[in-house]
C-alpha cells in the first residue's frame, strides 16, 4: 500500500500495489501492520455502503460529536466521486480547510480520515457506491454537520448539486 500524506495532518491518500500477471492483479487494502508503520493505529467495528442513483447526490458535511468521534477509511467501488474532508480542529494550523480527492471504481484509491474532521462527498456518475469503514459504531444523537455550502469553508464542489437530504440541507452553519 502507499500512504501519500496530505496538507491536512493526519489525512492520508492511499493507493494499492498490485501484483499483476496474466489473471489479474493482487492487492491489499488493508493491513494493520502498514497503518501502524504510518502512525495510524485505529480498529474498525463497522462497514458501511452508500448506493446513490443520481450523479450529482451530495451527502455530508457529517461527523460524529465526542466522545464517539471516528476514524473512516473511504473507498469508491462503483462509480465516481469527489470525497471532501474538512479540518474542525480548532487547534490545528488547518483548521477550517478542506482538500478533495476524486475515488473511483478505476483508480481504486482510498482516503483516511482521522478523528477530528468532517466528510461529505458528490458523486460524478449515476450509481456509484462507496464502501467505508468506521472505528465507532454509530451513536444516534452524536451525529453532527454543517452545510455542504456554507461560507466559513468555501468548499468548491465541481459539479451542479441536484439531490441533498432534507437534513444536510437544514444543517446550519458552523459555529466553532
Not at 487547534?91 to 482538500?99: F, M, P, R, V
Request: contains cysteine; charged residues 25%; hydrophobic residues 40%.
Amino acid at each position: 500500500m502507499i500512504f501519500t500524506e496530505t496538507r491536512l495532518e493526519g489525512v492520508f491518500i492511499l493507493d494499492i500495489e498490485r501484483l499483476e500477471d496474466e489473471r489479474g492483479f493482487f492487492a491489499r487494502s488493508w493491513c494493520e501492520r502498514e497503518f501502524i508503520n504510518n502512525q495510524i493505529k485505529t480498529r474498525w467495528v463497522q462497514a458501511n455502503i452508500s448506493f446513490n442513483l443520481k450523479k450529482g447526490t451530495l451527502r455530508g458535511m457529517h461527523y460524529q460529536a465526542s466522545p464517539y468521534e471516528e476514524d473512516k477509511l473511504v473507498r469508491c467501488t462503483r462509480g465516481m466521486i469527489y470525497d471532501v474532508i474538512a479540518d474542525l480542529r480548532s487547534n490545528a494550523d488547518t483548521y477550517k480547510q478542506w482538500l478533495a480527492v476524486k475515488l473511483s471504481a478505476e483508480n481504486r484509491r482510498m482516503v483516511y480520515i482521522p478523528k477530528g474532521f468532517a466528510h461529505g462527498f458528490l458523486t460524478l456518475e449515476d450509481n456509484t457506491e462507496i464502501f467505508y469503514l468506521m472505528s465507532e459504531f454509530y451513536a444516534p444523537g452524536y451525529g453532527r454537520g454543517f452545510r455542504w455550502n456554507d461560507p466559513a469553508f468555501g468548499i468548491h464542489w465541481p459539479e451542479k448539486v441536484i439531490v441533498v437530504s432534507g437534513q444536510d440541507q437544514r444543517y446550519p452553519d458552523f459555529t466553532r
